[in-house]
Structure formats: structure tokens, C-alpha cells
């Protein structure tokens, strides 16, 4: 019989187990040839960026214009078609030109504040990882520190920033390559759903309702497969994640299982991670919508993030990227897996870097990324006709800048 | 845990000496590594449950400290970042497929180290440790070894407050259900049986 407390029992059966364990297994000459063989990959996969990426695919004119002018932008579902570049575009943020607005809104996380690309500023009333237009005012995703409050809650604000909502434990949420529509996930203290609502305004609806189950089998919308569909994965709660399509309250995973990444609701297909190989994550762009599941290519020599709003590109990261991004970003062709354009980081020697997690597709034609270069950060917009241009708007503080739309 | 203090910077102090950066670099990685190494691969064990997916853990994290040692320079920080990546990794999905396609061997897995005081107990609760879902064993690693706060813990996680609360919730909870018997000081060996 032990009437001592389960914790006290853990932890002491977790000390008896590993405290005589003396060892020291490996060799400087054993984490260098492994330190060799991780910057190895990294060279022979030449591409992407970012180990968790948030997929976020912003039409230009969209991220022109405030909530009020909406409806005059254009969609952005046929692009023109750009030059397009080849091989390896190295990235410097010191010798790039720099502009002074960005193509797309930008987050200044110590502001905080919305940094919209018309140079207009919005100060928000609290920290948000992502923003969008929603109705006259926006909706987001609340980042909460307090104990006892979810990590993140969707937010509805009004034109004076005010909330408007009860916040909600979300996913995240995505918005229409077109701009046009906006979803998110939602817990209610009894199941998570996916809300779909038209970004103009007027009454949210559930368009995925799952079973009842814990907060922790977290649901988050990784981007639309067609005009009035939505792509989202789910957490297991043992860290699997599976990927639904479909409507209504019996949603359907995709098999494989696909850990999706973003969607295209023009081709109708689902980015994500699929299976490994050699210890490395591989993944996949799959049918979302007809034959759904259905491998269209694979690749294990990138980890496979957003789509490009045309649906014609998608950008891949290093496989082995880390804590401190990815050494490249590679565009690649959506249809087929070929390697288009490979952006490098230019990192001095010596210095950690890489791009980080949160980038943005800027039209069809560019990609707006963070590149660290060891303590420093630059935001940059990486024109696919090989074109680098460094974003010299300023922030607040030590956090910098982040996008803010999730697509 | 306790970190222990290494004087690292030894070398960047005779700065008006020539010296080979990397050498430097080296020298100060290989300190780091002797005296963190043994703590550090417990961790790795506990997360692991197995003495090669230890070596694994902690030869990949540290391979991924070497490559970002000059950017770190807060180095009180390192058995942070080197205990983020083996839990991340461990974490992984894609990483345990792998692990379950490369080493389903008859080998029968390592039964750790049971202490001649141990009524048993402690082996008992470590198999059922090992069998919790990865986030959960992280969660009661970090917790009950490394001894973190909650909001460490979050922190090396990537994961809100409240799910590690519920984390460790479920974890205990799982503990509970799967030795009832000898953990319920409110049940009687009668009931046990």
C-alpha cells in the first residue's frame, strides 16, 4: 500500500529510473559528422523554408484596401503570369534594395500593431498572430498569456476595435485566395467546429462540426479546397494529425493519414506531410475535393507549406530546418513537384539563420518572408522572377514584424 | 534540474590573441558538451524509454546546437534549447513512424535501472510512463524530473498553459486507470482483487 501522492510517486519513480544513469555516449566527432550530414540535406534538398509553416496566400489588391473598400478589389484567381526565375537566388538582406512599404499587411508584434500596406497603422488593443478584414471591423486570433485562458482565442472586432465576441479557444483561421470568404475553428467547451463566414460581414456558419471530444484534439483550418469548402486538420490529442474535408457534422479525414499544410481552392488540393524516410518527414500534394486523397507527386526533400493564390506554386521548406528557420525556400511547381526557383539565405559565416515560420504569398508572383541572420531579422519580398527587395518598415521593439494574414 | 555553471568564455577573453575561431568554437562546444552531457541524455532517456532512441535524441539536438552555437549566446539558455529539440523531435509523428519501422526488432526494450529500495512501484509506474502518448510523457517529464513550471513547460512545448494543464491531467489520470490497485491509497488489496 503507498499512500503517498501520484506525483510524488512519479517523480520519484522517474529519478529512481534515469538518476544512476552515468553515461556520456557521444563524442564531439559524433555531433559534428551528424552536424555535417543535418547541413548535407540541407544543400542536396536546396530548398524552403520554415519548419511550421502558416500558410498565408494574400491577393495584392486585397491587402490594399481597408474593410470599407472591399468589394472594389479585384479577385486575384487569374494572375498575370510573371518571369519567372531558375536555379539559386541568393538572399541578403544588406545588399538588397530596399522598399518602404510591404505588399502585404504586417503584424509589429510589440506595438502591437496592424502595419497596413497603404503605410496606414492600425493599434490593436492586444497581441494577435493573425488579422484579416472582417464585416466593418477584423476578426483574429488572440494570443492570451493569463493562466486559466486559452493560448488562442478568435476575436471579432468592430471599426473601433472593440470585441465584439465571446473569444473561444481557435486553430487559427484562413482566409479566400480571393478574399471573399473567411473561416475558423472554434471550441465550445464540447466539440470544435469550423465557422465559415463571407469576410464582408453577415452571420458566421458551421461548415465542419466535429464529435464531442477534448480541447486538445485542437482543430485548425489549413485553407480552402473550392469556393465553399474548407480544409482543416485535427489533432488526436497523441499528436497525430489528420486532415478533413467536406461538410456539416460528419467530416472526412483524408487518407493516409495527411498532416495538411494549406489548400488551393482552385485546384482543389491539399499541401502537407505524408509518411517519412530515412528518418526524414516527406510530403505530398493530394486531390482535396475529387478522388480525394489521391497522391498527385511526393517529395521528401521539402516540407510543403503555402500555395501559391493561383494555385500554380507551392513553397517548400528544408526538411532539417530548426529553432532558427530554413537555410532556403524553394518555389515549387504545384502540378508536378519541379523545383522552380530556390531562394538562399546569405548567412555569414558562423551565423545561425533562416526564414522563419510565418510568410506570405504576395499575389501569385512573390512571397514576402522573415530572414534572420543571427540576432538580426529582415523582413523580405522574394519576387519569383529572381527580384529581392528588403521591407524597411519600422517596429516597436525586439519581436520585429510578422504577416498577418493566414490564407 | 539544476544546471551547471561552465566557464565557456575562457577563450573569447584572451582577445588580444590570435586565435582559430573555430577552434575556439570547438573547444567551448566540447566543455559544454562534458558537462552537460550525462543530465541531459537522462532527459533523453526518460523521453526515449530506450538507450539507442537516447543517443539518437541527443546526439540530433546536439548536432543542431553545434550548427547554431554562435547565434546562442545566452548560455544559460542551451539545456533549453538542447531539451526543446529532443521533445520536439520525440514529439514528432514522422519521427516515431520511423522509429517504429526501423527498430520493431525482437530486441527486448531496455528495463532502465530499479533501485534496490524500490518496492517495485517505481518500476511499475516507469512501464506505464512509457506507454503514455508522447505530448502527455513530455509533459510528466518536464514536470516531475526536470521539475518546470507549467508556463516552462508551455514554453518548450510550443503549447498553451492550459493544455499542459490538461496534459498532466490526462497523463495522471492514465497513470491511475492503468495501476489502480496499488495507487489508490483509498483501495484496499481486497478491492485489488
Known amino acids: 500500500m503507498n499512500d503517498r501522492p501520484l506525483e510524488e510517486q512519479v517523480h520519484d519513480a522517474l529519478h529512481r529510473t534515469a538518476d544512476p544513469l552515468d553515461r556520456s555516449p557521444l563524442s564531439v566527432t559524433d555531433v559534428r559528422t551528424r552536424a555535417r550530414r543535418i547541413q548535407r540535406r540541407r544543400t542536396v534538398a536546396a530548398g524552403a523554408a520554415v519548419a511550421a509553416v502558416l500558410a498565408i496566400a494574400v491577393p495584392v489588391g486585397l491587402s490594399l484596401v481597408d474593410p470599407g473598400q472591399r468589394s472594389e478589389v479585384p479577385p486575384a484567381t487569374q494572375p498575370p503570369a510573371p518571369t ?57 486570433v488572440a494570443i492570451n498569456d493569463a493562466p486559466g485562458v486559452p493560448w488562442s482565442t478568435i476575436e471579432i472586432l468592430d471599426a473601433d476595435l472593440e470585441v465584439v465576441n465571446d473569444p473561444v479557444a481557435t486553430g487559427g483561421l484562413v482566409v479566400s485566395p480571393d478574399g471573399t470568404r473567411v473561416a475558423w475553428s472554434e471550441y465550445d467547451g464540447t466539440q470544435w467546429r469550423v465557422r465559415l463566414a463571407d469576410a464582408a460581414g453577415g452571420p458566421a456558419s458551421d461548415h465542419l462540426v466535429f464529435p464531442p471530444g477534448p480541447e486538445d484534439h485542437e482543430v485548425a483550418p489549413i485553407g480552402f479546397v473550392s469556393d465553399v469548402e474548407v480544409a482543416a486538420t485535427q489533432n488526436d490529442g497523441r499528436g497525430v494529425l489528420s486532415t478533413f474535408v467536406g461538410g456539416g457534422d460528419s467530416p472526412g479525414a483524408l487518407p493516409g493519414p495527411v498532416e495538411g499544410r494549406s489548400a488551393s481552392p482552385v485546384t482543389g488540393v491539399v499541401a502537407g506531410l505524408k509518411g517519412s524516410q530515412d528518418g526524414r518527414a516527406c510530403s ?13 507527386w511526393e517529395t521528401c526533400d521539402h516540407v510543403l507549406g503555402p500555395i501559391s493564390p493561383g494555385g500554380q506554386y507551392v513553397l517548400g521548406s528544408d526538411p532539417e530546418a530548426d529553432a532558427y528557420g530554413s537555410p532556403t525556400l524553394t518555389v515549387l511547381d504545384a ?49 519569383l522572377d529572381g527580384t529581392v527587395e528588403r521591407i524597411d518598415v519600422a517596429s516597436s521593439g525586439a519581436s520585429g514584424l510578422t504577416v498577418a494574414e493566414p490564407g | 534540474m539544476t544546471a551547471t ?145 507549467e508556463a516552462e513547460i508551455a514554453d518548450v512545448l510550443g503549447i498553451s498553459v492550459g493544455t499542459v494543464k490538461s496534459q498532466a491531467s490526462r497523463a495522471l489520470a492514465g497513470l491511475r486507470a492503468r495501476a489502480p490497485q496499488s495507487l489508490n491509497p483509498h483501495q484496499t488489496g481486497e478491492d485489488a482483487r
Not at chain 1, 500596406?117 to 484579416?132: F, H, M, Q, R
Open chain 1, 84 to 140: 519567372i526565375a531558375s536555379g539559386i537566388v541568393k538572399v541578403d538582406p544588406l545588399s538588397a534594395e530596399a522598399v518602404e512599404q510591404a505588399p502585404v499587411p504586417l503584424l509589429d508584434v510589440d506595438g502591437p500593431a496592424l502595419l497596413q500596406p497603404d503605410g496606414s497603422t492600425v493599434d490593436l488593443p492586444g497581441d494577435y498572430e493573425a488579422l484579416t478584414p472582417y464585416g466593418d471591423g477584423w476578426i483574429g
Open chain 1, 284 to 296: 505530398a500534394v493530394v486531390e482535396g475535393v475529387a478522388d480525394a486523397g489521391a497522391t498527385l
Open chain 1, 335 to 383: 502540378a508536378t513537384g519541379e523545383e522552380v526557383v530556390t531562394f538562399e539565405a546569405a548567412l555569414p559565416p558562423r551565423t545561425a539563420g533562416g526564414f522563419a515560420t510565418q510568410l506570405a504569398w504576395a499575389g501569385d508572383d512573390a512571397v514576402v518572408a522573415r530572414l534572420f541572420t543571427g540576432d538580426d531579422s529582415a523582413m523580405m519580398r522574394l519576387g
Open chain 2, 5 to 149: 555553471l561552465i566557464d565557456m568564455g575562457a577563450h573569447e577573453r584572451q582577445a588580444d590573441a590570435p586565435v582559430d575561431r573555430q577552434a575556439v568554437k570547438d573547444a567551448d562546444f566540447s566543455a559544454y558538451m562534458s558537462a552537460r552531457q550525462p543530465a541531459l541524455y537522462r532527459t533523453a532517456y526518460l523521453l526515449a524509454g530506450d538507450h539507442a532512441g537516447a543517443e539518437d535524441l541527443l546526439q540530433n539536438a546536439f548536432a543542431k546546437l553545434y550548427l547554431s552555437w554562435d547565434r546562442i549566446r545566452d548560455r544559460e539558455a542551451l539545456d533549453g534549447y538542447v531539451r526543446r529539440i529532443m521533445v520536439n523531435e520525440n514529439n514528432s509523428l514522422w519521427r516515431r513512424a520511423w522509429k517504429r519501422k526501423e527498430h520493431s526488432t525482437e530486441v527486448m526494450p531496455d528495463t532502465g535501472v530499479v533501485d534496490v529500495y524500490d518496492d517495485g512501484m517505481g518500476g511499475a509506474l516507469w512501464s506505464f510512463v512509457q506507454t503514455l502518448p508522447p505530448k502527455q510523457r513530455s509533459v510528466i517529464v518536464l514536470r516531475y524530473y526536470e521539475q518546470l513550471s
